[in-house]
């Protein structure tokens, strides 16, 4: 590799990309509107419910019900009505997003057997957001029924009135279950992909598309030389952008940072080498710009899907799983938690290291293979 032309390269490339707005736009704004928006918008939390009451009890008891699930904060007693058909429709119609029957005798029975059923139906078109409505009307139910039945219970049943376990919970690494928490590092994760592979590929299909990559192949540089001054800037960019997200990230949603950053930013770097050898192949097969685009947003919605962003790994099917390891996303956002959240160190992460390592040479050898072949 000659050196100095690639100094030179390397200063022209820079050059380049300083003077193309758009490619700025990409590489500063972009990034960071995507993060404060996705922090905010990407979260499974439900933060207000909308309840349809169906009382057929009406009595203190079913108010103080309905009074405690909406003094939680996470429900709203929207509508109500004696009619279950009523509720249903409005459920039909998306007005609500559960339903809470009490059936007659809910009081009598609690201060009779100290047991009493309500029925909660959700609507489960949204299947993870109807299972956090569950989780959270099933906690306030218990601690209700518990406080109810202490009241109700009179002379030697007192003593054992409430639940017969005293279940005490405790988030580790994330105490107040702050979803923001678990998603912002698998964000900066996706957009550190972003600048890495569709910036990468479209950089060079820009190259081919004005003519000027033909006249490079007839010059002295050599093909590592053009290579390494197209990738360098991008991988470099790309580090600055994750420091600026992990500010972000720290400062306006409140990210813990318990591990070290020097972890973070050796795992980058090595990810990185992969990230950008997918770019590099990808400009081999597109032979213009909308269609690196088109290619790199398929391989990363894979990506993202095999990741773990939106659902664990381990819930996924047995191959799902096996092809999962292959993607160097999934690697790189569990030691993104894991550092950030958990204080991971190198040894705690150095599986996921070693699989970046492996993936990224074996991904940027393949791609420079492939880029030789074209050139030649």
């Given at each position: 590799m000659n050196l100095r032309a690639l100094r030179f390269l390397l200063r022209k490339e820079?050059?380049?990309?300083?003077?193309?707005?758009?490619?700025?736009?990409?590489l500063f704004m972009m990034p960071v509107v995507q993060l404060l928006l996705l922090g905010s918008a990407a979260t499974f939390e439900v933060r207000l419910a909308r309840m349809y009451v169906v009382d057929h009890d009406r009595s203190a008891a079913s108010r103080g019900l309905v009074d405690r699930l909406a003094a939680s904060g996470r429900f709203v007693a929207s509508e109500a009505s004696a009619s279950v058909a009523l509720a249903d429709e409005a459920m039909l119609d998306r007005r609500i997003d559960v339903i809470l029957v009490v059936p007659?005798?809910?009081?009598?029975?609690?201060?009779?057997?100290?047991?009493?059923?309500?029925?909660?139906?959700?609507?489960?078109?949204?299947?993870?957001?109807?299972?956090?409505?569950?989780?959270?009307?099933?906690?306030?139910?218990?601690?209700?029924?518990?406080?109810?039945?202490?009241?109700?219970?009179?002379?030697?049943?007192?003593?054992?009135?409430?639940?017969a376990i005293d279940v005490r919970q405790r988030g580790w690494y994330n105490a107040e279950l702050e979803y923001r928490d678990y998603m912002v590092p698998a964000i900066l994760v996706v957009l550190v992909t972003m600048i890495g592979t569709l910036l990468t590929a479209m950089n060079i299909v820009r190259e081919k598309e004005s003519g000027t990559l033909e006249q490079?192949?007839?010059?002295?540089?050599?093909?590592?030389?053009?290579i390494a001054a197209k990738l360098i800037p991008l991988w470099s960019l790309a580090l600055l952008d994750l420091a600026i997200g992990l500010a972000i990230a720290h400062v306006a949603f409140g990210v813990p940072v318990r591990g070290s950053l020097l972890v973070v930013f050796l795992a980058a770097a090595i990810y990185l080498v992969g990230a950008l050898g997918i770019g590099l192949w990808i400009s081999t097969v597109a032979e213009t710009q909308q269609q690196a685009m088109f290619v790199s947003f398929s391989i990363m919605m894979v990506y993202m899907l095999m990741s773990g962003l939106f659902t664990p790994v381990r819930a996924m099917p047995g191959w799902a799983q096996m092809v999962a390891q292959l993607s160097p996303v999934m690697h790189f956002t569990h030691l993104m938690r894991?550092?950030?959240?958990?204080?991971?160190g190198v040894a705690d992460v150095a599986l996921q290291l070693v699989m970046l390592g492996g993936i990224g040479l074996a991904v940027l050898a393949l791609a420079v293979r492939q880029y030789h072949k074209r050139a030649a």
């Open positions: 820079f050059l380049q990309i300083r003077r193309d707005h758009v490619i700025l736009g990409m007659r005798g809910f009081e009598r029975d609690l201060a009779r057997d100290r047991r009493g059923s309500v029925q909660l139906i959700l609507n489960a078109e949204d299947g993870a957001a109807a299972g956090v409505i569950r989780s959270y009307a099933g906690r306030i139910l218990r601690s209700y029924s518990a406080e109810l039945g202490a009241e109700l219970a009179v002379g030697a049943d007192a003593a054992s009135a409430g639940p490079l192949n007839v010059t002295p540089v050599t093909p590592a030389t053009f894991a550092v950030l959240l958990k204080g991971a």
